[in-house]
């Protein structure tokens, strides 16, 4: 009897195109609902973004091979450390590998706001960022009001202040 591979590299295509396609990068957008994020913090604390409602979030993502990504850290925590009084909350999500967890939390030493790798997350609806560092801002709603780039708005003092304080209490 003959057997056609086509089924199979149909079915095969099909599994790689709905895990490593668009589902499975799904980039949170302005103005939508903020994707699930539910991850094991560095301090082995849980972060649920979803528990977080009534509250202003900034998600960044980045990691410490991205000299842009380090160079916004010092701002984002300054940033954190005036505002979380007033209900902030903050996350920095590594896409470095599991192997480099050292690497991570040596450079996260210096700074207050909690991280995480992204390769510990449960549920990850934001996916693998298309480049970095990229930042997002949620609402007390949980839509996001803001992304962050440095191509298009870059994270600075000023512009965290014009799109964070307006949502804060």
């Known amino acids: 009897m003959r057997t056609s591979w086509w089924p199979f590299a149909l079915v095969v295509g099909a599994v790689v195109l709905i895990t490593r396609g668009p ?9 939508q609902a903020a994707p699930a994020l539910v ?7 849980a972060f649920d ?15 410490t091979w991205c000299p842009p990504c380090r160079q916004e850290m010092p701002i984002l925590d300054a ?6 009084a007033r209900g902030l909350e903050m996350i920095g999500v590594s896409i470095d590998r599991p192997r ?4 991570v939390r040596e ?3 210096p ?21 970095l560092p990229v930042t997002f801002v949620l609402d007390g709603n949980g839509s996001v ?21 307006p949502l804060l209490p």
């Open 23 to 31: 589902l499975a990068c799904a980039a949170a957008e302005v103005g």
């Open 39 to 45: 991850v094991q913090q560095l301090d082995g604390q």
């Open 49 to 63: 973004l979803g528990t977080l409602r009534g509250k202003v979030v900034i998600v960044n993502f980045w990691a």
């Open 79 to 84: 940033f954190y450390r005036q505002y979380r």
């Open 100 to 103: 480099d967890r050292s690497n």
């Open 107 to 109: 450079l996260m030493r």
């Open 111 to 131: 700074f207050s706001y909690p991280a995480a790798l992204s390769a510990d997350a449960k549920v990850n609806g934001f996916g693998t960022p298309a480049a």
């Open 145 to 165: 009001r803001a992304k962050l780039t440095p191509d298009k708005m870059p994270v600075t003092e000023e512009s965290l202040a014009d799109v964070v304080r």
